[in-house]
């Protein structure tokens, strides 16, 4: 996920329009004991344990790649920058045999033991879930990747590594007049990051997150198998892996479903509508001019610095609408869109950027905050899945008595229609057809007690979190995070049996995966 942005574009072109919605348009040229019901809350960073502790049958491994075991104090970090866990060893693999071999040996290892395993893309995680307290983690941006094979035609779908950035993914495609359906809306992460968890951006109402546009992948499992799997071939294991947080499998290769890099695409159920949708909140501001971005531009200049909200909350929607150069009709499709919305004509802002910029626009937001030594700062994101049925009332009390400004960064909305969703991947969701993804994207300032300090923020998250469960309100977390298993019980509800029986047949030992604290590495029971 990320921040909002708005622009219209040519080449790939896309046009925004904010307002109290904000428009877009873009043209394209053994056995185990898996379960417990103690807290799996590991220490943060311990002290260095030593060579001496280190496994020396690690160092004898035949390896394409290296392991390093000094200095990897980066491997206890993410984005999230919260919690700190060591590991033993960094694998730097150049080859799915380097992963394939690690894990098998570690599989074999188990009765003396308790090493575990977790794949790293580029540490976007929130919360510890790609660190191996006292593990292994695997740098995926090691893994030699073989040139991206894109098939054109009537399916066509490009083959990428399970380290490629899906950045790379959409300049490769544009080559051929393609691209990916449906992203997030930062591009720098990995392949294989995304799709274990679902993403999720403004497209997912059309095509789906990420996980529904697959139509195959390369996994090693928990055995330090190798396997293909697609949804005729391995079906079990392709679901599972999809939107299964690491627990089943690492990806190392998949093939992703392409389209025409330009689309003329009620503002969720019809067809002829705009091509991305997002929501944003505002709370607590006064005027218009400096709560957009600075790319976008007032289509009344006059009546939008004449605008004022006076503290009021305000949502805001921001579209986005594909177009080639060519196309001379694209303002009036624009306008009799918007002819069929309610909105507050002086708050409409329009910008047209290409496609790439419009897909790649938080990367410019990265390099500004990195510049300014605020990017490496702790982001206790919350991000929730909300049934449209109770969706007015989550915002009436989170909105109205819980969060009084956003200042600590973007409140993004994301509508998603779940019937573009296939529903035999471990993501969960709520039972409604209609849910929205509710993304609180904080930021703290580390030496902070105030509102913007770290400890205010997660206060904050944790009464929205008990609101939701005091009301019933049928939410379930994306991008999840428990400490005990009972809540991941709940949280997965009826798909937990599904889940375990998956979790022991593809990672019977719980080797995979330790940072999402889900099952708990078990010595086998001979």
């Known amino acids: ?15 925004f329009l904010p307002f109290f ?35 020396l049958s690690l160092k004898s491994l035949a390896l394409d790649g290296y392991f390093r075991f000094e200095n990897i104090d980066h491997a206890a970090k993410d984005f999230g920058n919260i919690y700190h866990y060591l590991p033993i060893a960094v694998l730097h693999p150049k080859s799915v045999s380097d992963i394939s071999s690690t894990i098998k040996h570690i599989f074999h290892m188990a009765s003396v033991t308790k090493l575990a395993v977790a794949a790293k893309g580029r540490g976007h995680s929130l919360q510890g879930q790609a660190q191996a307290y006292q593990g292994v983690v695997i740098n995926m941006e090691s893994l030699e990747r073989p040139s991206m094979h894109v098939q054109t035609g009537e399916v066509p779908y490009v083959d990428v590594s399970g380290g490629e950035l899906w950045i790379n993914i959409l300049q490769e495609t544009l080559k051929y007049g393609l691209s990916p359906k449906s992203w997030t809306d930062y591009l720098h992460l990995t392949v294989g990051g995304t799709l274990s968890n679902a993403g999720i951006s403004g497209q997912a109402f059309r095509h789906g997150p990420q996980i529904n546009n697959v139509y195959q992948l390369e996994v090693v499992t928990g055995k330090g198998e190798v396997l293909t799997c697609s949804d005729k071939q391995n079906a079990d294991l392709f679901y599972g892996v999809l939107g299964g947080l690491g627990q089943f499998g690492i990806i190392t290769r998949a093939r992703i479903s392409l389209a025409p890099a330009r689309t003329m695409e009620h503002l969720i159920s019809s067809e002829n509508t705009f091509d991305y949708v997002e929501g944003f909140v505002i709370i607590n501001r006064t005027g218009l001019l400096h709560n957009w971005r600075s790319s976008f531009n007032p289509k009344n200049p006059i009546q939008a610095s004449q605008f004022r909200s006076d503290g009021k909350i305000l949502y805001c929607l921001e579209m986005v609408k594909y177009f080639n150069p060519e196309e001379t009709d694209i303002l009036k499709s624009i306008e ?52 449209k049925s109770r969706i007015f009332d989550f915002t009436q009390e989170v909105f109205g008595n819980i969060v009084k400004d956003n200042s600590n960064g973007p409140i993004l909305i994301y509508p998603v229609n779940k019937a573009k969703w296939n529903n035999r991947t471990s993501m969960v969701t709520p039972e409604e057809d209609i849910i929205y993804l509710v993304a609180f994207l904080s930021s703290a300032l580390p030496s902070s007690t105030g509102t913007d300090g770290l400890e205010h923020i997660m206060t904050q998250n944790q009464r929205i ?20 298993q009972d809540e991941w019980q709940a949280h997965f509800g009826p798909q937990w049996e599904t889940f375990v029986q998956r979790k022991s047949a593809y990672d019977p030992l719980a080797i995979l995966a330790p940072g999402q604290k889900i099952f708990q590495k078990a010595i086998p029971i001979s």
């Open 21 to 55: 919605m904000i428009l877009v348009l873009s043209c394209i040229p053994g056995r185990t004991n898996l379960c417990s019901n103690h807290s799996l809350d590991t220490p943060t960073i311990p002290p260095h344990s030593g060579s001496s502790s280190i496994p």
């Open 1 to 15: 996920m990320g921040s909002p942005a708005c622009g219209f574009l040519k080449q790939s072109n896309v046009i």
């Open 336 to 387: 009799n869109l918007l002819s069929e919305l309610n909105y507050i004509p002086s708050t409409l802002f329009l910008s047209e950027v290409s496609y790439v910029e419009f897909l790649d626009r938080v990367h410019l937001s990265e390099i500004k905050l990195r510049s300014k030594g605020l990017w490496e700062v702790p982001h206790p994101w919350l991000n929730l899945l909300i049934p």
């Open 465 to 484: 979190l008990d609101f939701c469960a005091e009301a019933q309100l049928g939410a379930k977390q994306y991008l999840p995070h428990y400490s005990t």
